[in-house]
């Protein structure tokens, strides 16, 4: 008998890094709380339970309206943008594709950026503005995409996302040229930060997320089956182009609805899946969930070092991802290629 | 088993196959010869449908065209010339997706689908590689594991594109040889492109040759393997030489 692939062991694995990266970012900051008070915070928060936590109220508020959200909105976007990057390169079966591929970034960017610079009064609309912008990226960038090639061609798509992220991107840079007053505004935001985490943006994130980390981990085995291409895919009865869509929307509307309070953070969606598969399995069974386990955890932890490491200023976390994943990233395929021709 | 009628093919201008009518019969073999570019993948990939058609294929009696993929992807199995080989994938995965037309689409393989995998790598001494990656195995081993998942897909009909133009000469008879014991075991219908002429004519019940897109001459191989024939449709000098124990032998030779 045939054993199937089992994610049930990376999945644990995973999951005991997730714990970690919580409990480490909960108690992490400027004032000292300790695990335990943390703990103690979220029992006295679980409906009712009556729990009274003991902590001062300070504290408590510090954990429950400052640390808290920072860490669950940094583990729902590290999830969606590891998920999301997993899913493109199952999709366009290219290891250099990332959730950003086509137009998702740039549409952001453009969407924040004229938000940015209308004034401030409109910044209640930015993640709004952001999220539209990169849905409408992807849109255009499929609608020309298909027309230009081949019906369901990807190498058409992914050139069509190409010419599209350049185009918004050079609006985006001439905006922000016209606007000096506001580069460091817009800048910051492109570098991506979780500083001004709150519960309502939670709120408003996790539907699209759930949803998107749902279709995805549903079509967790037909990725398997695009591993083989178009052609064979739809010689076993495969609907591969419909499939795609699907799967790109998905990770699309979870991508855009992270990027819109999170800015763009990069790298998480290339080297968490490739992690994931250098050290456990390249099935997309495997690659799928524990990529969102992982990148949530690996963006938690990200965030942990943006804050604490030249406390009390911050570093952009896109800065650490890179600065800390790149490293990381190479250490492991190096001792893979290291252990695969022994 | 399949039949033809009328069957044209194009690319946006070119046609790439004319108006062919033809048919399998069930449990026959039935070779496609004819120079490069002469329509024989453009065939095959039609009655998979991995291209449009204008005219009629039927398969099992029911037109091609109004079939949902999954209900061909049970009648016909297709294996491509180079079939896409993830190197880090494993046998035992590689094996199972050939139960794909016979799962939901969220589904996941069965205790059965599993079984009938097992049960196929056995029977293609590859049970021993099932934890071991495509990228560990020789041109043979992945040879035999791209028929495994084929027959994985339990189909009566074999689409088979140049199934051996991988392979040494040793591995090309070895590869056909258990084509035909497969067929024979399971009353598999089998349509192949074979570049081989020789082999062509000793494992093919009948031979369609094809050129420019039109079926030139079909019949017995013994009928359709003559010298002015070949000559005609490949445009080479060829020499076809019976040996003593009755095989048509089809030699290239230079022109002088």
Request: some cysteine; proline content about 4%.
């Amino acid at each position: 008998m045939l054993r199937p692939v089992s994610a049930r062991r990376p999945v644990v694995v995973a999951l005991g890094a997730l714990v970690g990266a919580v409990a480490l970012g909960v108690s992490m900051g400027p004032a000292d709380l300790s695990f335990v008070a943390t703990l103690r915070v979220l029992l006295s928060h679980v409906p009712l339970l009556h729990f009274h936590s003991g902590v001062s109220r300070i504290d408590a508020d510090v954990l429950w309206q400052i640390r808290l959200p920072r860490v669950v909105l940094g583990g729902l976007v590290g999830a969606m943008l590891a998920g999301g990057g997993a899913a493109f390169q199952g999709v366009f079966r290219n290891p250099l594709a990332d959730p950003y591929l086509l137009g998702v970034a740039a549409g952001a960017g453009l969407g924040a950026t004229a938000v940015i610079v209308a004034g401030s009064q409109l910044s209640e609309l930015l993640p709004l503005a952001a999220f539209a912008g990169a849905v409408g990226a992807v849109t255009l960038t499929y609608v020309v995409g298909a027309t230009v090639g081949r019906q369901g061609a990807t190498v058409s798509i992914v050139l069509a996302g190409v010419a599209v992220a350049a185009l918004l991107t050079a609006i985006q840079t001439f905006l922000q040229q016209q606007h000096a007053q506001d580069l460091q505004s817009v800048y910051a935001w492109i570098l991506g930060s979780l500083t001004v985490a709150t519960w309502s943006d939670v709120v408003l994130i996790l539907p699209y997320v759930a949803l998107s980390a749902v279709v995805l981990l549903a079509h967790r085995r037909l990725l398997d089956v695009l591993r083989v291409g178009q052609d064979e895919a739809d010689s076993l009865g495969v609907r591969s182009s419909r499939v795609r869509i699907t799967i790109v929307a998905a990770a699309t509307l979870g991508t855009a609805a992270a990027v819109a309070v999170s800015g763009l953070i990069g790298f998480v969606g290339i080297i968490v899946p490739h992690t994931v598969r250098l050290t456990t399995n390249a099935s997309y069974r495997v690659v799928v969930p524990v990529s969102m386990i992982g990148g949530a955890a690996f963006l938690i932890l990200a965030d942990v070092a943006a804050r604490t490491v030249l406390a009390p200023s911050e570093i952009p976390i896109g800065v650490v991802t890179a600065f800390v994943g790149a490293p990381f990233f190479l250490f492991v395929l190096r001792s893979r290629r290291v252990g695969r021709s022994t | 088993m399949i039949s033809f009628e009328g069957v044209t093919v194009r690319y946006e201008s070119t046609v790439a196959l004319s108006d062919l009518t033809d048919q399998v019969d069930a449990g026959e073999w039935v070779g496609l010869i004819g120079p490069n570019g002469a329509g024989k993948t453009t065939l095959l990939r039609a009655v998979a449908r991995l291209v449009p058609h204008d005219g009629v294929i039927e398969v099992d009696g029911v037109t091609v065209s109004s079939m949902s993929p999954k209900a061909l992807a049970r009648l016909v199995a297709y294996v491509p010339q180079q079939p896409e080989l993830p190197p880090d994938m494993t046998v035992g995965q590689y094996v199972l997706l050939g139960r794909t037309p016979h799962i939901g689409y969220f589904g996941f393989e069965t205790r059965t689908d599993r079984a009938v995998c097992a049960e196929l790598l056995r029977s293609l001494d590859l049970a021993v590689m099932a934890d071991r990656r495509l990228s560990t195995l020789s041109g043979g081993e992945l040879q035999r594991l791209v028929l495994a998942r084929a027959l994985a897909q339990q189909a009566p009909v074999l689409l088979l594109d140049e199934p051996t133009s991988a392979l040494d000469l040793g591995r090309r008879v070895d590869a056909l040889e258990l084509v035909d014991g497969l067929r024979r075991e399971r009353g598999l219908t089998v349509l192949s492109a074979l570049h081989d002429l020789t082999l062509a004519g000793q494992f093919a019940d009948r031979l369609i040759m094809l050129g420019e897109g039109r079926a030139v001459s079909t019949g017995k191989p013994d009928e359709v393997l003559t010298e002015e024939a070949l000559a005609r449709c490949f445009g080479a000098s060829v020499r076809v030489i019976r040996s003593e124990d009755g095989d048509l032998v089809v030699v290239p030779r230079r022109w002088r």
